[in-house]
Every structure is written in C-alpha cells, then in structure tokens.
C-alpha cells in the first residue's frame, strides 16, 4: 500500500489516578482509568522507500527523540527481525520509510498524552500501509518501550491500568461529555511531578470496583497544584460547574457531564472568562484511529 491517509490522533483523561508504590527501577506502579476522547491531533502519513522518517509539525527538539520516530523505529526493526515483509528480507524492512505531518490540538504538557497518542497513531498506520499486518496485542509490547501511555492508544478502547499503566483490562464505560480545560502557557513536567517529595505514593491497591465507588481522585492534584497555583485556581474556576478534577499529572483539568447540552452551556459560560485551552469532547467506546483503519 503507497497511498497517504490521514488519521486523528485522540486524548485521553486520567478519569481517576492512585500511585501505589515506588518501584525497584524508580517507576512507579499505578492503578489509573483512561478514557479517549473524541477529539486530537490529526496526522497525515505518506510512505517512502528510503528508509527515512520525516517529521512535521511544531516540534522543538531533534527528531530522533520525536515519539513518533521512536514508534516507527522500533516498528521497523521488529518488522525486520520478523521477516514480516512477503519477501522475507530484513533489508527491504529497513528501506521501509514515512513522511508525517502532524497538526497539533492536544496542548502540550497537559497530561492528556498527546505524545503517546501520536506514538501510537504512528505504529498503527504504519503497520498498516507497510503491509505488516501485525495484531495489536503483537503490538503492545512496542507501545511499552516508548512510554506507559502508549497501550491505551494502541488498544484504542477505555481501559483500568495497573502496573507503570501498560497493565490493561478494557472496560465499557457510559458515554459522557467533558470539558477539558488547562491554565494558559502551563506544563507540567511528568518526571519532575514523579519526583516531588510531596507526592502520594502509598495509595492502597484496590481492585476495579472499589475504586469506582470511591468517584474520581488523583494523587498529584496536591503536589501539583503546590508548585503550579494557577492550577488551583482553574480547579476553583471549573468546580463551579461540576466536580473538578486533574487528569495525569496535569496540567489540564476536566469535569464531566451525562449530556452534551449540559456540557455545551459549561463551554460557553467559560469561554467568557477563561484564557487558556478549552475543549468539550465526548468519551468514546473505540478509537477513532482503529475506526478509521477498519475503513481502508
């Protein structure tokens, strides 16, 4: 397959996160509940046969420590050491390359996994306009080495994660609109949130059910908003509305709603009053990356 396709590249809210313990490693384990929302980044692939990956997009930093790269890479040598090519040649593998375009709409910094979304994105179209024909649980594995976000996206559906969160048990969950919102020019650096003397890392581990009845917590929030008040202050603004909560390490906050109405006049009255990024989205049962793939 050589023609182009463009695909989205979706955000996911943390709807709940509890840090259960620090790790020989230094990772920590997590019980956390992802939902993808339906609205992203939109990312365009054309393959190439020179075995380069092009990037585009508003990246400031070398393409070698792009997810995206990192993704296609990591791809590509599976794909060679495989065989997975119908010639069988590991060279022809590494030959196979990627032009990709990325319009960005997922803030930065903002806890809502844009980089792991666009990792993900990646592999799936990749594999698909390579011809590799690899499953997604073959493709799991990939998505851990490049960061704990990245499964989610890969397996494209709301999931309870355990683990550094590559541990995934897919779960249904009722369709609910939210507004996503995130203090202007703020972002949270995920390794530095981890590392605040501060942080709750001794939240007890419980299993799926109880954590539901507990509603919606994250264990940054306080540590978080310590060392970025604006997002305390965002928290006062959007609880006005509807229970507020952080989603991963922040910085953007969501708070949910049964009906896109009721979602829409929270929006609205906020644009008034709020500067910064500001969404309303919907929480979906698939992807639409894997949605758009079942189409070509």
Known sequence: MNKSITLPSPCKLNLFLYITGRRPDGYHNLQTLFTILDFGDE?????REDGQIV???PFDFPTEK????????????????DGRLPEGNADKAQRL??????????PEGGGLGGGSSNAATAMLAANKLWGLDYSVEELLPLGVKI??????????????????????????????????????GCQ???????????????????DFAQLMELG????????????????GQLLSLL??????????????????????????????????????????????????????????
Not at 69 to 80: E, N, Q, R, T, V
Not at 97 to 106: D, N, P
Not at 157 to 175: D, I, R
Request: hydrophobic letters at 45%.
């Open 97 to 106: 390359g990627m032009e990709i375009t990325v319009a960005k709409r997922i």
């Open 188 to 206: 949270v650096n995920t390794a530095k949130a981890f590392a605040d003397p501060e942080l709750t890392r001794d939240s007890p581990v419980r």
């Open 55 to 57: 990037i585009h997009g």
């Open 147 to 184: 960061g704990a976000d990245v499964p989610v996206f890969v397996g494209g559906q709301a999931a309870f994660a355990s683990g550094v969160g590559e541990k995934l048990t897919p779960v249904t969950l009722p369709e609910r609109w939210y507004v996503v919102a995130a203090p202007e």
């Open 239 to 296: 609880v006005k509305y509807a229970p507020a909560h952080l989603s991963g390490s922040g910085a953007s906050c969501f708070i949910e709603f049964e009906s896109s109405k009721e979602a829409l006049n929270a929006l609205q009255s906020l644009k008034q009053i709020h500067r910064g990024p500001l969404f309303m989205a919907r929480s979906v049962v698939s992807s639409p990356v894997h949605d758009a793939l079942l189409q070509l």
């Open 66 to 81: 792009n997810t995206i790269y990192k993704a296609l890479m990591l791809l590509k040598d599976k794909a060679a050491a």
């Open 43 to 47: 990312m365009t692939f054309v393959p």
């Open 216 to 231: 919606y917590h994250n264990d940054f929030t306080f540590s978080v908003v310590k060392n970025h008040p604006e997002i």
